[in-house]
């Protein structure tokens, strides 16, 4: 039960980021993004500068990957999430969110050549309904009639900067030790949020951060969705296997909405639930369809080899 109960820990570590994202999206964006960093570098700091340090030739020799990496799934996508909670509701950003592995599944197809079964891209294109269900409010076929949510399209900023990210941890990450990876990826966003950041103060003004609670909530960014749950997700993917840890993630959209409801008072209606099925099942077609596609392969083999003997 222990990597089980770690995976549980990381998803509602993930939905919080969600739900708290939301509670203070007073602070701007780029604000909230730069303070969550700037707190998750001080705590890996003590834990990856060694290694970081030793390891400096390698991340300068691929100091362009680094800095995708640094961007895409560091800056970028917290900056697109936070930005996409100023206008939506959580249950939207989560059940958008959920849509991520499908989407980087199609960018494996074009940018690493990676080859799809009938029923992966059958979940590609069910994740990708369910997304645009939530965009459209469940409207698909009413164009005319539909409020568009920027917010909503904010969020596919995020889903198409993760999906690079994944591509970059597949073609890069291996070259580098983990902790130090994280601590140099969130040294370098830092760097990179920092004058965007001044300039956001100087436009809208610098936020006020005496308020108790939005330290208690930066704080809570900083450390449990930017590191703890990290740490939780990387020991349960070497207990499980990373197939059966991501099946988890897929309850990330159940358990925002039901804090969405609880603690922010969202309301949560048929649309939501029927989205979010919808893109949680798309999802496991397209994560496991080729999983399942060679157990059957495998199992005929074994039945004609045991025929044949």
């Known amino acids: 039960m222990y990597p089980y ?117 059958a979940g590609v294109v069910l994740s990708l309904i369910g997304a645009l269900w939530v965009i459209m409010d469940g409207k698909l076929f009413s164009l005319t009639s539909l409020e568009w949510n920027i917010g909503d399209f904010i969020m596919i900023g995020a889903i198409l900067s993760w999906s690079i990210y994944s591509i970059f941890v597949k073609l890069h990450m291996f070259r580098f030790p983990p902790y130090a990876a994280v601590l140099v990826m969130t040294g370098v966003g830092l760097l990179v949020l920092f004058p965007a950041a001044i300039i956001e103060w100087w436009v809208v003004g610098v936020p006020s951060l005496g308020n108790v609670n939005y330290l208690i909530a930066l704080l809570y960014l900083g450390i449990f969705p930017s590191f703890i749950a ?5 020991r349960a993917v070497n207990l499980l296997s990373a197939s059966k840890a991501s099946i988890f ?58 025929g044949k003997t």
Do not use: D
């Open 5 to 121: 109960l770690l995976m549980i820990l990381v998803v509602f570590m993930y939905a919080g980021n969600i739900l708290i994202g939301k509670a203070i999206n007073e602070l701007p964006p780029l604000t909230i993004t730069f303070f969550r960093l700037l707190i998750a570098f001080i705590v890996l700091f003590p834990i990856g500068y060694r290694s970081a340090w030793k390891n400096r030739s390698v991340f300068l020799q691929y100091k362009k990957p680094v800095l995708v990496l640094a961007l895409s799934g560091i800056a970028l996508f917290n900056i697109f999430i936070y930005g996409s909670l100023q206008f939506t509701t959580s249950s939207n950003v989560a059940i958008l969110e959920s849509a991520i592995p499908a989407v980087t599944v199609i960018f494996s197809v074009f940018i690493l050549q990676e080859k799809l079964k009938k029923l992966q891209w």
């Open 230 to 234: 990290l740490i939780f997700y990387n």
């Open 249 to 306: 993630l897929n309850f990330l959209p159940v358990v925002t909405m039901i804090g969405a409801s609880i603690w922010l008072g969202e309301q949560i209606t048929w649309m939501h639930i029927i989205g979010a099925i919808i893109v949680i099942v798309g999802v496991l077609l397209t994560t496991q369809g080729g999983k399942l596609k060679k157990r059957e392969e495998i199992s005929e083999l074994t039945t004609k080899v045991k």
